[in-house]
């Protein structure tokens, strides 16, 4: 039998305990039927009417905790209910408020930035501090979703990144039990109270590999941390690989009549279509992250938008897989934002990410998070100019930098485009900073017939030759650039001859297309011909 893997750590806490492994995760932000009317926020009362209302729920529950506590514990609440009551907390997220936020973005983005400044203090005390203030912002967000933190099995092994004080005070560790955290700090108010109730703990593990109810020992003597055999310290970041012409061929399995190689992925546009993903025949070319949203509520849930993320790409095993950013607004409005100031209908895509950059901000942090589990590539939508990624890539290296400041696991993943707007395919050689160029057919088509949404089915056969002709100049202006398309055009085999001899060799279709364009590429020459004999 493997021996088991003991990993070092650092001793918060005297004592040992084992038991099954209990996988800490953020609270959810409010879903859409939860969310607070706060559209427009600036004029919407409910919207801070709400917060207020969340915020008097949490002291409400932090007193509760404190009847009967100990004057150490209770020492650590009313410093908490103090910071709910700070004014000055509330003015900030009031101004956020009046400048057009919603009520859940105004809340967290406050307290982030009370949490940053927190954990660049040079002091460890005051670092320390900084989990309490997540633990407020968690708490007041499950007030305003309705979903109070939970409670965790009764002789766990609280594993996590850090562990909110107000969490330890309300579980009951006469089960038994432990604590072992990536992070945390013997300064902390965890610590302390772990020493005074003789709860084992251990700090600065690292993230290592456990599932929920795997066996997990912590020993606070010797300060390590005992994991089944198999279990695993999360490897080290890789710095970001920019993809190469090269991982187009890297399948080796699909090939034209002639013999060219031609690499066939999927597109995935719902959570079912996930699971359904097979490493073995196919990465994913494109996922529409819209699908993991359905309001503004979720667009703040970074937490949400992580676990979907590392979902797919571990599904993906060691294919690639290119997950586009949210492309919202315009036509496809996302609920409690289509009612703020300033929502133009024709702002969209990467336009309203840059116009409202708290959403790209959360979303950038959760792919940035997401990258080291799996081959990551990152697609802006309906890019026009280049500044635009300049401007995306700086947000993504801001966001990179805050996440290496809370020595949270990252990754910079390749960031490239999808060609959907015709004057953006007529320029491809201007947009030097895109790792990678995918052509979106479907908007593409649409802007370059000046057809309406509901009437592009009926003139797209009719726009296709024009689009074809686009798309083999643009293929031209790639400079050697990693080039893919992913729209409808791309699952309809008799736009294959065309699309093929316009120089491309990466397809991504939807996964019931694929095995009629896989049987369709193979009677192909590279050059759009039909084989000898065919």
Known sequence: MAEPFRLKAKSASPGIASGPAFLAEEPKAPSAAEQPDTAPASRAVGGYGALEKAIDISISELEHLADGADAESRDIIDFQIEVLRDPTIAEATGARLEADENVVFAWVATLDAYIGELEAADEEQMRARAVDILDIKNRVLGALAGTPIADFPPGSVFVGKDMEPSRFLAHDWSKGGGIALFAGSTAGHVALLARAKSVPMVIGTGRFSAADGDPVGVDGDA????????????????????????????????????????????????????????????????????????????????????????????????????????????????????????????????????????????QARALLRAAVFGRLSVMLPMVTFPDEIDRMRELFREEAEKLGRRALLHRMPPIGMMVEVPSAALMLDTFGSAAFFSFGTNDLTQYLAASARDDIDADAGKAAPAVLRLIAQAVKLTAGKP??????????????????????????????????IRSAIIDLNADGTRAAGE
């Not at 080039?483 to 996964?511: E, K, Q």
Request: aromatic content about 2%.
């Open 483 to 516: 080039t893919s398309i992913c729209g409808d055009m791309a699952g309809n085999p008799s736009y294959l001859p065309g699309l093929l001899a316009a120089g491309l060799r990466h397809f991504s279709v939807a996964p019931a297309r694929r095995p009629a």
């Open 223 to 362: 300060g390590t941390v005992i994991l089944q055999a198999g279990g695993m310290l999360i490897p080290p970041l890789a710095p970001a690989q920019a993809p190469t012409a090269d991982t187009q061929n890297e399948s080796g399995e699909l090939r034209t009549a002639d013999g060219v190689p031609i690499l066939l992925s999927i597109n995935i546009n719902d959570p079912a279509e996930i699971d359904a993903l097979d490493p073995a025949t196919a990465g994913v070319g494109l996922m529409r992250s819209e699908f993991s949203i359905t309001s503004v509520a979720d667009a703040a849930n970074e937490q949400r938008q992580l676990a979907i993320y590392r979902r797919v790409l571990e599904q993906a095993g060691d294919r690639p897989v290119t997950i586009r950013m949210l492309d919202i607004g315009g036509d496809k409005p996302l609920a409690g934002l289509e009612d703020l100031p300033g929502q133009a209908p024709g702002l969209r895509g990467i336009r309203l990410l840059l116009a409202r950059p708290e959403i790209a901000r959360v």
